[in-house]
């Protein structure tokens, strides 16, 4: 009890003595005010409890996700031991839709490495380099930005074949746009200030400067877009899952699992109202949590 | 305009302001086509499709193969290749469908009002709900109706469209029966009414067959307000959030002050203020309707663009769907620009 006490006492401290106090106690601070937030906090436990299931889903799923057993097709939720019934081929629904869970998290994990992180170089290099760099390279964004993503990721995927390699690269080529003009903006008004200045008069080069000290401040402002992109992402992958573009079967990637349930959605409904229910909860967390984190890291911008 | 009174002692621009905002969109306008046209041009070059195999088909003689591969101007450098296929593009030439073998542009002018019919019915549910839903949130700001709106966003923004559609169909037309299935009309009424617009509820109604009209419209319906769902969730917050701006504002207290009504203060004042902005959002919303469609129009079955797309997609006929993304494109780069220039020219803050 005592450690925990002369933790908080030192993360909550007026005057942190070093650097990493002064790091932590930010946090711990930010993690204070999104625990206040019921809804918040509700988001970060679904994801947390998708991560587990993703992670355990050997030991959690009461059937092998891929076993076809014909002899057992179309069972009703409940029935013979499995939870969430049964699909047209008799694989157990509640065990795919765990394992499917991972090919979620991988999907997410998949884009967060790729569309930031463009938009984020793309960003701060044209905002910090101006001139005709800063037109040409958002001229390019502004012409991404005002693509349809949904079609062009349809046709980037036609392109490139089916799958969940090439559905991920497909959502992050249309998704780095945005992320960009974040970056640019965060770019433009930490470039003048008197501390980057302070900073280049020590001799940092350009690369230095937007690595070391202009990338880090622009990272708050991306996280909270992030988590709030990542809703229409997961859902933008389902949908090419469900069009068959994504991932493909047997692999129990939840959109294509409601396109395999969509012939018998009228007799059969759960195979595929069950699939979805998860993808609407999975996107649901992300969103509460974005507008939580939102409040947190960036406090100036009215919660709308 | 007024450019011209102020700035005395200042270096005159050569042109008049107006025409250098007009060049520069215009400018906007070319480049981001030609971009797009850069990109469908590219994703038709890495296709793993033999361009040459798909027009003359596999049992084609060597001759036959060389000729077609000039004729296409696949022998030519890269650079002319897209020239030659921006000057096709166009000239509204967008090359042949090899599933339905008729040019792209007579496949999509007939497969498009169907959507547009559908995506236009959803925005003016999404306007006629979300509006007032949006005023009346920012109105009375944390009251339960506020929460509703919220509710109703939250919802919107994280529920797959195409699985809602499914339940949509399941519950409405599966198990009440109040909606007509799949597709667009009865198989009784089809090819009854002859095509003036396209658009068939306005067919219907302008020849007056309105037995044709009522089917025409419970098929219509469940995906209509489907699609209207979502684009009231945006256009409801949108709405809210650019009402809570005019309402802190200090014009609206002075409205107060002075004794005005609430009504008069909303929406004689408070609302009249946010017009463009909402019509620039309705735009945006109309635009992303247009592309959302894609699913439902898979879900129920609907024969527009985006069915069309999906479909020649699994076909691998590749120049149906990049044609169909390349009109989905244009729509959706017009439809920016000109809520950008709305915004321009009517709020006189960006002069």
């Not at chain 1, 932590?24 to 906090?41: D, E, P, Q, V």
């Not at chain 2, 070319?30 to 499709?49: D, E, K, S």
């Not at chain 2, 042949?96 to 007939?110: E, F, L, W, Y």
Request: aromatic share 10%.
């Amino acid at each position: 009890m005592s450690t925990s006490q002369g933790l908080r006492d030192w993360l909550l401290s007026e005057e942190p003595t070093s650097r990493r106090q002064a790091r932590f106690a930010a946090w711990y601070k930010g993690w204070l005010t999104l625990r206040s937030n019921t809804l918040a906090m509700l988001g970060l436990f679904v994801l947390a409890f998708l991560v587990l299931a993703a992670i355990f889903a050997p030991l959690l799923a009461s059937h092998d996700p891929f076993a076809q057993e014909l002899g057992q097709r179309l069972l009703a939720p409940g029935e013979d031991g499995h939870l969430f019934g049964t699909d047209s081929l008799g694989r157990d629904i509640y065990s795919r839709l765990l394992y499917g869970a991972r090919i979620s998290i991988y999907i997410v994990l998949l884009v967060v490495m790729v569309a930031p992180v463009v938009g984020l170089i793309v960003g701060t290099v044209a905002g910090y380099a101006g001139g005709w760099v800063d037109v040409l390279l958002m001229r390019v964004t502004d012409i991404f930005l005002a693509f349809p993503r949904l079609i062009l990721a349809l046709a980037f995927v036609a392109a490139l074949g089916a799958g969940i390699e090439n559905a991920v690269l497909a959502i992050s080529l249309t998704a780095w746009p945005p992320y960009a003009r974040i970056a640019r903006a965060e770019t433009l008004t930490i470039r003048n200030t008197d501390f980057i200045h302070g900073i280049k008069l020590q001799g940092a080069g350009p690369v230095r400067i937007v690595t070391r000290h202009i990338w880090p401040l622009c990272i708050s402002s991306l996280v909270i877009r992030v988590t709030l992109d990542m809703a229409g992402i997961i859902l933008t992958a389902a949908g090419l899952g469900f069009l068959g573009l994504g991932a493909q079967p047997p692999s129990p990637e939840w959109g294509a699992m409601i396109s395999e349930g969509r012939k018998y959605i009228l007799d059969y409904w759960w195979v595929a109202t069950i699939p979805g229910i998860a993808i609407f909860a999975i996107s649901l967390a992300f969103n509460l949590l974005g507008d939580g984190l939102r409040d947190v890291l960036d406090p100036k911008e009215d919660n709308a | 305009m007024a450019g011209t009174t102020h700035g005395e002692g200042r270096l005159r621009p050569p042109f008049p302001p107006w025409l250098t905002k007009t060049l520069t969109t215009l400018a906007t306008v070319a480049a981001t086509i030609i971009g797009l046209l850069f990109v469908t041009f590219m994703i038709g070059r890495v296709m793993p499709i033999d361009p040459v195999l798909a027009v003359i088909g596999e049992r084609a003689t060597q001759e036959q193969y060389d000729q077609t591969f000039r004729d296409l101007g696949l022998d030519q450098p890269l650079l002319m290749q897209f020239w030659i296929y921006v000057s096709d593009v166009l000239q509204g030439d967008l090359g042949k469908s090899i599933r339905t073998g008729q040019k792209v542009t007579t496949d999509i002018a007939r497969v498009f009002p169907a959507t547009l019919e559908l995506a236009s019915l959803g925005t003016l549910f999404g306007v006629v709900l979300g509006v007032p839903l949006g005023v009346v949130a920012a109105v009375r700001r944390g009251s339960w109706i506020d929460h509703l709106a919220r509710f109703v966003g939250l919802i919107g923004y994280s529920m797959p469209i195409f699985w809602l559609g499914l339940v949509g169909l399941l519950v409405f037309y599966g198990i009440l029966g109040w909606v007509a299935g799949p597709g667009r009309l009865g198989i009784f009424y089809q090819g009854v009414v002859e095509p003036i617009t396209g658009l068939l509820l306005v067919d219907s109604a302008l020849r007056g067959e309105w037995t044709v009209f009522r089917d025409a419209f419970s098929h219509i319906i469940l995906p209509a307000s489907l699609l209207g769902y979502y684009s009231l969730a945006y256009i409801s917050r949108m709405t809210r959030s650019f009402m809570l701006e005019q309402l802190g504002s200090e014009y609206v207290t002075t409205a107060r002050v002075k004794g005005l009504g609430e009504w008069q203060v909303v929406w004689g004042h408070a609302f009249r203020n946010i017009r463009i902005q909402l019509v620039t959002v309705i735009a945006l919303a109309y635009a992303n309707l247009l592309e959302g469609s894609v699913l439902t129009e898979i879900i129920f079955a609907w024969p527009g663009l985006g069915q069309y797309i999906t479909t020649s997609l699994l076909a691998n006929d590749m120049n149906s769907v990049l044609g169909g993304t390349i009109v989905i494109g244009t729509i959706f780069v017009a439809i920016n620009i000109f809520s950008d220039l709305l915004y321009r020219f009517f709020d006189p803050r960006s002069k």
